[in-house]
């Protein structure tokens, strides 16, 4: 069974910057695909960026330019770098193991990023 721990969210204020993590644990991390989301209040959860065991990404087009996902397999980890952060990129942000054919297999718990104006 994968699972998935998040940290690195927090309170910042507007134009600042953060770095969400997402440790993995069991199954086989460096076949994944591994995606950030994000859920604000009164909102559907929605896909942040996303990247495969290739290291092929993909973003959001609202983040584009801000955000980078990037994932160390030595450390079954994967990272979100936020920059330029906005008041709209409050939320909660959840990391999601996938498989190489899509199926889905594991959301982490969430952490919650809170931006200022």
């Known amino acids: 069974q994968v699972q998935l721990v998040e940290s690195g969210g927090g309170l910042v204020q507007a134009g600042g910057s953060l770095r969400l993590s997402c440790a993995v644990s069991?199954?086989?991390?460096?076949?994944?695909?591994m995606g950030w989301y994000r859920q604000a209040p009164g909102k559907q959860r929605e896909l942040v960026a996303d990247i495969t065991s290739s290291g092929t990404t993909n973003y959001a087009d609202s983040v584009k330019g801000r955000f980078t996902i990037s994932r160390d397999n030595a450390k079954n980890m994967v990272y979100l770098q936020m920059n330029s952060l906005k008041p709209g990129d409050t939320a909660g942000y959840y990391c999601r193991c996938s498989s190489v054919w899509g199926t889905h297999l594991s959301w982490g718990q969430g952490t919650q990023v809170t931006v200022s104006s």
């Open positions: 069991g199954g086989i991390f460096s076949i994944y695909t």
